[in-house]
């Protein structure tokens, strides 16, 4: 069985527990966009791993883990992930991670315009500033830098010696900044090659024969940051929908199976960009707090709110979900009562199809029962309070899509099978 698995809000749904539970039983996971300004955490016997390029399956024995050539990769902050891992006794090596041949390289002046870009527009985008934006901008710029140059001396050096220029000159002219060393940063660049280079393949070429084997690609982000189908223009610069899986890997010959969607018990959501169910009182804080709503690669606190279904109804028919698995529902275990969005109202009057501008838009709740019991500790779905089963027969009607999963903590074992 063969399985995409998406984010359905706007990232930070808990995808990284959730790829580290499905992998038991696939062969090869593979990442197919963005970069590390997203991170995946999960948590075994109170340990705590964060990824922000290397899929999660590599704490699994005996997995290939692929990083897809629609990922823009930071030679260091992969290098240094590598190396955290290491240390705490995981296997990283060629044999199991690969890197796409094709995939492009953040390089420091991408950090340094992602920065002042940020910093002189009039509407804040929310950007981590990590580079990722404008490295795709080269990418489509036909000037970008991939790991094939990378590994290649000469190539590398024409490249980088061409981007500079233009780069310097933008950096100098449009924004007083200073200029970069082209000796500074191919000395640089040179060492993470040196290391790199073994891990670095043609993933179609390698894969290819492993083609009956089974599979799973794992996005980054979520749905609402899709750069064509997210809330433009405070979304990430990559198609993070399912239908890029195969693009952003090179693995088209792979035949799908199932498409696993991924979302909160509640919204959440990190940067600027219109989010209607956002709770600016004491309710938002109480997520925030017992969420720990902090991101895993910035450290900023999310924004929190009530459950959206209106979104998740429209993130299902984009990525053309058939499993829902819900993660977080303990969050919700000390509420009396439980509000979930089912409609827009735009000016006094209901929506009948989802509209192009969020930030318009009032949303109209239900309330739920809340179940006041604790179910972190909770393995079966017969064992969840009746109110919970309530709550996710709701979202299963509204979605008409079957959730599969549950999960009740950030403890590897704390998942259920519906």
Same mark, same amino acid.
């Given at each position: 069985?063969?399985?995409?698995?998406?984010?359905?809000?706007?990232?930070?749904?808990?995808?990284?527990?959730?790829?580290?539970?499905?992998?038991?039983?696939?062969?090869?996971?593979?990442?197919?966009?963005?970069?590390?300004?997203?991170?995946?955490?999960?948590?075994?016997?109170?340990?705590?791993? $964060?990824?922000? =390029?290397?899929? *999660? %399956? !590599?704490?699994?024995?005996?997995?290939?883990?692929? @990083?897809?050539?629609?990922?823009? &990769?930071?030679?260091?902050?992969?290098?240094?992930? $590598?190396?955290? =891992?290491?240390? *705490? %006794? !995981?296997?990283?090596?060629?044999?199991?991670?690969? @890197?796409?041949?094709?995939?492009? &390289?953040?390089?420091?002046?991408?950090?340094?315009?992602?920065?002042?870009?940020?910093?002189?527009?009039?509407?804040?985008?929310?950007?981590?500033?990590?580079?990722?934006?404008?490295?795709? &901008?080269?990418?489509?710029?036909?000037?970008?830098?991939?790991?094939?140059?990378?590994?290649?001396?000469?190539?590398?050096?024409?490249?980088?010696?061409?981007?500079?220029?233009?780069?310097?000159?933008?950096?100098?002219?449009?924004?007083?900044?200073?200029?970069?060393?082209?000796?500074?940063?191919?000395?640089?660049?040179?060492?993470?090659?040196?290391?790199?280079?073994?891990?670095?393949?043609?993933?179609?070429?390698?894969?290819?024969?492993?083609?009956?084997?089974?599979?799973?690609?794992?996005?980054?982000?979520?749905?609402?940051?899709?750069?064509?189908?997210?809330?433009?223009?405070?979304?990430?610069?990559?198609?993070?929908?399912?239908?890029?899986?195969?693009?952003?890997?090179?693995?088209?010959?792979?035949?799908?199976?199932?498409?696993?969607?991924?979302?909160?018990?509640?919204?959440?959501?990190?940067?600027?960009?219109?989010?209607?169910?956002?709770?600016?009182?004491?309710?938002?804080?109480?997520?925030?707090?017992?969420?720990?709503?902090?991101?895993?690669?910035?450290?900023?606190?999310?924004?929190?709110?009530?459950?959206?279904?209106?979104?998740?109804?429209?993130?299902?028919?984009?990525?053309?979900?058939?499993?829902?698995?819900?993660?977080?529902?303990?969050?919700?275990?000390?509420?009396?009562?439980?509000?979930?969005?089912?409609?827009?109202?735009?000016?006094?009057?209901?929506?009948?199809?989802?509209?192009?501008?969020?930030?318009?838009?009032?949303?109209?709740?239900?309330?739920?029962?809340?179940?006041?019991?604790?179910?972190?500790?909770?393995?079966?779905?017969?064992?969840?309070?009746?109110?919970?089963?309530?709550?996710?027969?709701?979202?299963?009607?509204?979605?008409?899509?079957?959730?599969?999963?549950?999960?009740?903590?950030?403890?590897?074992?704390?998942?259920?099978?519906?």
């Amino acid at each position: 069985m063969n399985a995409i698995l998406v984010g359905l809000q706007w990232g930070d749904e808990g995808k990284g527990k959730v790829i580290d539970f499905l992998c038991r039983d696939k062969d090869v996971i593979v990442r197919f966009q963005g970069g590390n300004n997203a991170g995946h955490t999960v948590v075994i016997d109170g340990k705590k791993f $964060i990824f922000h =390029l290397i899929p *999660s %399956g !590599i704490l699994r024995k005996d997995k290939i883990c692929v @990083i897809g050539n629609g990922v823009v &990769v930071d030679p260091k902050v992969l290098i240094e992930e $590598i190396e955290v =891992l290491k240390k *705490s %006794g !995981i296997k990283v090596s060629p044999e199991n991670l690969k @890197i796409s041949l094709f995939a492009h &390289v953040i390089m420091p002046y991408h950090r340094i315009m992602d920065t002042l870009r940020e910093k002189n527009r009039s509407q804040k985008i929310g950007t981590t500033m990590r580079g990722i934006g404008p490295c795709y &901008v080269d990418k489509a710029a036909r000037c970008g830098i991939r790991m094939a140059d990378l590994v290649d001396i000469d190539s590398f050096s024409r490249r980088l010696k061409d981007n500079l220029e233009e780069k310097n000159l933008i950096l100098e002219k449009a924004y007083q900044a200073q200029v970069f060393s082209f000796d500074a940063i191919l000395k640089e660049y040179q060492v993470f090659a040196k290391m790199l280079t073994p891990y670095v393949c043609d993933i179609t070429d390698l894969l290819y024969p492993k083609k009956n084997k089974s599979f799973l690609f794992e996005g980054a982000q979520g749905t609402f940051l899709d750069v064509d189908f997210g809330t433009y223009p405070f979304v990430t610069s990559s198609a993070t929908v399912s239908s890029n899986a195969l693009l952003g890997s090179g693995l088209s010959f792979i035949k799908i199976n199932e498409i696993l969607g991924v979302a909160k018990a509640y919204t959440t959501r990190v940067g600027e960009g219109p989010f209607p169910t956002e709770l600016t009182d004491d309710m938002g804080g109480y997520f925030q707090k017992k969420g720990k709503e902090f991101g895993a690669t910035t450290g900023r606190p999310r924004r929190c709110g009530w459950l959206d279904l209106v979104i998740l109804r429209r993130a299902r028919i984009l990525n053309n979900v058939n499993k829902i698995i819900l993660t977080k529902l303990d969050i919700l275990d000390d509420l009396k009562e439980i509000k979930v969005c089912t409609a827009y109202k735009q000016n006094g009057k209901l929506l009948k199809n989802f509209p192009l501008d969020l930030s318009a838009v009032t949303p109209v709740y239900e309330t739920l029962k809340g179940w006041r019991r604790k179910t972190e500790d909770i393995r079966s779905y017969s064992g969840l309070p009746a109110e919970a089963k309530k709550y996710i027969a709701k979202i299963e009607k509204f979605l008409d899509c079957k959730v599969s999963y549950v999960s009740v903590g950030e403890m590897r074992e704390a998942i259920i099978k519906k």
